[in-house]
């Protein structure tokens, strides 16, 4: 099944679809870029080819096999032409009612063994399969921020979800040079999830006043050996992003109270202190460090 | 070069001894039980590879750590322990593990024995496996008094380990939130969201995490995660430090992790 696979439709060009877009094409697979209009799309192509040249400028690949990566990227404003592709990975905004209206199209556009892989990374899989006739071919396949830097896929079967989908996706993330993890469709999937007390419990820990948030980082990084304490982190990913994750884990868990949400932590959001983003969260970023 | 006694019953304690004796200290450690008992077996297993050491100190020592985890086994072992020496040691410092109970609780139950005076008393916690890490937290209580605060920073630095203060509390900073990672981990484990290897390759690739939470946990030790999570539970009274059923069942089951050769994983 997986050998017969030559040719990957992309969904959404932004962040996570260009960074899709890019690893395919340099794994050798054809890949057709989708998304609403032509300018979008030439800015994402510019971007993708951008990245694939610097990495041969770097010696990282050779020029040849930069110029076939970005040969093979094609992109197209018009979704009936994903009707040529073996295997689909969706990364167009995190709406439901946008992704389910687009998984309704590819399912009467597409094969039904053609796989539909969402990269949603809050949404129920099982959600956005329901609205399709053929949902056992809907999986998810979550990819991690830069796509072609972290290994790391998670591969989520839905409720529905056919095994065989869920396996062929697995293997499709080993041909992109990643490495899968099955797990169930749950509010986060593992690592969102199981990631969440690292900074619960830090902000609580500051909360208490156990110790200040320079502190706390130092002994999670020279105590516990991490790259980053969770005060660093939250500024680094941005603070109202990182709360906005806990807020969704916690409704999603309906209201379980090892993911509650920190107060503290709202009322640095409220106050714009987002971040390296904004030049200012838990710590203070001269201009070169944002 | 000092007199160390090391007490406790899990690879906390095992991993201080080893530190201390290799940065030279004269060191003697005993072992207690499930009970709090001085338990010889747990001394003897060969996984602990701990031949060198002697059972008690032969003169008063400089210095106790105390590395127990229930607070149920501190308070058999230490009045055990005050009645076999049946003497006051006014110039012992101890430095007693946090993780399941705070230094002033600690403190206030030893005192009751009259064998260390409280003012003797500072708290510490850290996680294993040690070696790699380069700071270690300090919690002293409001009786703490500057000889045992700098004889434990003399101690700890002579192990290669920086001593930040903290505020005393049950659980520390770095075993609070990796046993609540951990909790968490176990949860997602029982409710089948994903394999144990699964998890932990994710959260080591998807968060750059030293270790899987649940390999974590068997180099820990299971009984030491289950101890932090009881006594935040019973401190806090929150569901939110409940000790998620699995590891309970893995404890009770005597698959510890590494060092009984099964935990999450099995070790051959
Ligand atoms: N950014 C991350 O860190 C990250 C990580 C993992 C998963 N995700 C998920 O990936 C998905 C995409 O996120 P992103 O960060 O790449 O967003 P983005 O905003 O960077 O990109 C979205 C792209 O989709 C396009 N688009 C909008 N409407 C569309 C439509 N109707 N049809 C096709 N394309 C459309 C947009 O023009 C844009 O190019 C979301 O589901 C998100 O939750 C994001």
């Known amino acids: 099944m997986i050998e017969n696979i030559k040719k990957i439709g992309v969904l959404g060009s932004g962040t996570m679809g260009g960074g899709i877009a890019q690893v395919a094409a340099q794994s050798g697979f054809d890949v057709l870029l989708y998304d609403i209009n032509t300018e979008i799309l030439q800015k994402a192509f510019s971007k993708i080819s951008g990245f694939i040249n610097r990495a041969a400028e770097k010696g990282k690949i050779t020029r040849d096999e930069a110029d076939i990566a970005i040969e093979r990227i094609i992109t197209t404003t018009h979704l009936p032409n994903m009707a040529g592709c073996d295997f689909i990975i ?57 796509v072609p830097l972290m290994k790391l896929v998670e591969v989520i079967g839905g409720a529905i979800s056919d095994e065989a989908a869920i396996q062929i996706t697995v293997e499709m993330a080993k041909r992109l040079g990643k490495t899968p993890v099955v797990t169930k469709d749950v509010p986060g999937f593992i690592v969102n999830r199981v990631a969440r007390p690292f900074y619960l419990e830090a902000l609580r820990l500051l909360e208490e006043g156990v110790a200040d948030y320079a502190t706390i980082d130092r002994l999670i990084r020279e105590g516990g050996g991490f790259n ?5 982190l939250m500024d680094l990913i941005g603070l109202d992003v990182n709360f906005a994750a806990s807020v969704s884990v916690y409704e999603a868990y309906f209201h379980e109270p090892r993911y509650r949400p920190s107060l503290l932590q709202q009322r640095m959001v409220e106050s714009g202190r987002l971040g390296r983003k904004s030049g200012r969260g838990w710590y203070e970023y001269g201009e070169g460090e944002k | 070069m000092s007199n160390v006694w090391v007490i406790g019953d899990g690879t906390p304690a095992y991993e201080i001894a080893k530190l201390a004796q290799n940065a030279g200290h004269l060191v003697f450690t005993s072992f207690v039980d499930e009970k709090g008992n001085p338990d010889e077996l747990i001394y003897e297993q060969p996984r602990w590879g701990f031949a060198p050491f002697t059972r008690r100190p032969e003169t008063n020592p400089d210095v106790i750590i105390e590395a127990i985890i229930k607070k149920s086994q501190k308070l058999t072992a230490w009045r055990g322990y005050a009645v076999e020496l049946q003497k006051k040691l006014t110039d012992t410092s101890m430095l007693v593990s946090t993780l399941s109970a705070s230094a002033t609780e600690i403190s206030a139950w030893v005192a009751r024995t009259k064998m260390v005076p409280r003012q003797n008393i500072i708290g510490w916690a850290t996680l294993p496996p040690m070696e790699h890490s380069s700071a270690i937290e300090l919690l002293p209580t409001q009786f703490s008094n500057e000889r045992v605060l700098n004889l434990a920073k003399e101690f700890f630095t002579s192990l290669g380990k920086e001593p930040v203060i903290i505020k005393d509390c ?73 000790p998620a059923p699995i590891l309970r069942q893995l404890v009770y089951a005597g698959h510890w992790g590494e060092r009984t050769g099964c935990g999450f994983y099995e070790y051959l």
């Open chain 1, 90 to 146: 969706e990364a167009v905004p995190e709406k439901l009612e946008l992704k389910q209206s687009l998984y309704q199209e590819l399912d009467t556009i597409t094969a039904p063994k053609v796989i539909l892989a969402t990269n949603t990374s809050t949404l129920s899989v099982t959600q956005i399969a329901s609205v399709t006739k053929n949902p056992g071919r809907v999986v998810g396949m979550h990819f991690f921020n830069p």
């Open chain 1, 228 to 232: 980053m304490g969770p005060f660093e």
């Open chain 2, 170 to 242: 049950v659980g520390g900073v770095l075993p609070r939130v990796v046993a609540s990672l951990i909790n968490n981990a176990a949860y997602a484990l029982m409710e089948g969201v994903a394999s144990a290897a699964d998890i932990d390759i994710a959260m080591k690739l998807g968060t750059n995490y030293p270790y899987g939470p649940l390999e974590w946990a068997d180099k820990i030790g299971l009984d030491q995660v289950l101890g932090i999570l009881e006594a935040l539970c019973e401190t806090y009274g929150e569901d939110r430090y409940r």
